[in-house]
């Protein structure tokens, strides 16, 4: 029968180094393929969904930013719907983001 921890025991766990750096170099490698980029469509227009992915940033934020034209976008000439264009987003990240020295 297991029984649940209980306050202010502790387990210690030895772990051999070999262990411990395989895991580590296995995190690294889920980690960068997550941030790897989508691979890109024909196309260098993105919808509104798209940017916001492809800026990782919320409905929300992508929102205020379109409103306040803050951020470079088109819209329809009949007001429906808006496109970016991958080159121009990323020209504004690279204005709007002071580096920090650390990319390579």
Same mark, same amino acid.
């Given at each position: 029968?297991?029984? #649940? #921890?209980? *306050?202010?025991?502790?387990? #210690?766990?030895?772990?051999p180094? !070999?262990?411990?750096?395989? @895991?580590? &170099?296995?995190?690294?490698?889920?980690?960068? &393929?997550?941030?790897?980029?989508? *691979? +890109?469509?024909g /196309? *260098?227009? @993105?919808?509104?969904?798209? #940017?916001?992915a $492809?800026? %990782?940033? /919320?409905r =929300?934020r992508l929102y205020? @930013?379109?409103?306040?034209r803050?951020? *470079?976008?088109?819209?329809?000439? =009949?007001? +429906?719907?808006?496109?970016?264009?991958? =080159?121009?987003?990323?020209?504004?990240? !690279?204005? !709007? $983001?002071?580096s920090t020295?650390? %990319?390579?």
């Amino acid at each position: 029968m297991r029984r #649940a #921890a209980q *306050p202010g025991r502790e387990l #210690a766990l030895v772990v051999p180094d !070999e262990l411990l750096h395989a @895991l580590a &170099e296995r995190t690294a490698e889920l980690v960068a &393929e997550r941030l790897r980029p989508a *691979p +890109q469509t024909g /196309s *260098p227009w @993105l919808d509104f969904e798209g #940017a916001m992915a $492809y800026l %990782a940033f /919320s409905r =929300d934020r992508l929102y205020k @930013l379109t409103a306040a034209r803050a951020i *470079p976008f088109r819209k329809k000439h =009949d007001g +429906q719907g808006l496109l970016f264009h991958r =080159d121009e987003l990323d020209r504004w990240v !690279e204005a !709007e $983001y002071e580096s920090t020295g650390c %990319a390579g």
